[in-house]
């Protein structure tokens, strides 16, 4: 099913490292330390896998903050965000017009700030490389100090007194069979953002190259 919660967060961020490439676990990461009033936040941005041959594929660009939508606006802090285009909430894939796509049927045409996101999202072409590659993209964003907005799916480490964000990444379009089909779903996408000093958006999307391009209302891959 799709995940029980999934929001922005919003902050200042502190530092960014990479993950040890010696202890680094199945996934690699660039991690964010960001502040917000219930803490320091720990972001975990997947950017390859060392143990399969699942690559990572990525897209840079920057945005005036007016097409970010209503996250830009909210104040430090994590807010839920239902899987909805109106809620501000990332999908990668959705167009939505009068009927996009996937046959889903809209009675009503996006908001403006929505339309112009989805439109740069479409027409920027997906990166590939190495896990070194995906995080050289990264990096030149990840300013100390910076505005961030971190998409994705909260968590909490009670063991080690952890809080933080995961699956900052595309959500949705994992193949059957897959131990990821279970969490796919719309409006659920992961995507770090970090304002500049002009106000515009630096943002970074993710994706595994095993992830579909087109998906049904379920999430689930298409075609």
Known sequence: MPFQSYGVLAGTLDRA????????????????KVDAPAGQYHCAVDVDSHKSNVGVQWKTFTLKA????PAAALYPGFHDLAPSPDSGAMDYLRHP??????????ERRPPSWLQELLDLLGSRPWQAGTNVDAADALEPMLVPGRRTLVFGEPFVNDAEGDIGMHNIHQNQGDPFGSQWWPENGIWQDGATLTQRPDGRYDVFLNKFSSQAARTDIAGHPVG
């Not at 017009?97 to 809209?106: A, I, K």
């Open 66 to 69: 007016s097409v970010v939508g």
């Open 97 to 106: 017009e009068l009927v996009d796509r996937t046959g889903v049927l809209f």
């Open 17 to 32: 490292y990479r993950d040890d490439p010696d202890d680094q676990g199945r996934w690699f990461h660039v991690n964010l």
